[in-house]
């Protein structure tokens, strides 16, 4: 179930950037737009502003010549931080309007539309994969097959890192992650919070990490290595 309000937040970028910003308040806020101040871009962040997009890459060792894919990149809101570390990031998306919206905002990346579940590119091409809050948009069998091109397109070695809804773990948070579901999301959402993310990587290959909860439980970390 999802109402007019998911069509809103896809079709209008101000409505998404409040909608987001009200949901990140929890981990530390979204990235905020400067109001096209000369002595910003567009997508600096203020102080304590755009923690949950960072929270994926926590912990991860990226230098300038780190070959990184931003998968499902949206409008560029991880993007942002991940061209201030390598000077190779790619990012990937299959709406069109998305990645218009990226090239504006973050052009120093190159940027592939494509679907997550049959990517256009090399074996064994990138160092990182990361994404963030765009799994519970698919559909299990999708799931699974954009898990198996991620771990097709990573170096041996190479890191996937996402972060994405979890069933919460304090019962104080469950009202609010429900309500956001139901107004934002569809019933992909709700079968990703009964998915075992770190069982079904490993059984795809991947070494996984312990998961790293966030939000009273209702966000997961997840890093997985090739």
């Given at each position: 179930?999802?109402?007019?309000l998911r069509n809103w937040s896809y079709r ?174 569809t019933h992909t959402a709700w079968q990703l ?34």
């Amino acid at each position: 179930m999802a109402t007019i309000l998911r069509n809103w937040s896809y079709r209008y970028q101000w409505f998404y950037d409040s909608i987001s910003g009200l949901a990140a308040l929890s981990v530390g806020g979204e990235p905020a737009r400067c109001g096209g101040s000369p002595r910003c871009s567009d997508w600096r962040t203020r102080k304590g502003e755009g923690r949950l997009r960072q929270l994926a890459l926590q912990g991860l060792t990226i230098s300038k010549d780190t070959k990184v894919l931003d998968l499902c990149c949206g409008s560029g809101q991880v993007t942002q931080f991940l061209v201030k570390l390598s000077q190779n990031v790619t990012g990937l998306d299959a709406s069109p309007l998305s990645l218009k919206r990226a090239q504006q905002n973050v052009p120093q990346a190159k940027y592939v539309e494509a679907f997550a579940e049959d990517m256009p590119f090399a074996d064994h091409e990138f160092d990182v994969v990361h994404t963030s809050v765009a799994l519970h948009e698919m559909e299990q069998q999708q799931l699974r097959q954009i898990l198996q091109e991620v771990n097709r397109v990573l170096k041996p070695g190479g890191v996937f890192t996402l972060v994405d809804f979890h069933n919460p773990t304090n019962p104080l948070f469950v009202p609010g992650i429900w309500v956001f579901l139901l107004l934002f999301e569809t019933h992909t959402a709700w079968q990703l919070l009964k998915t075992d993310l770190p069982a079904l990587l490993t059984e795809i290959g991947f070494e996984v990490g312990e998961p790293k909860l966030y939000a009273g439980g209702s966000l997961q970390v997840i890093q997985a290595k090739k």
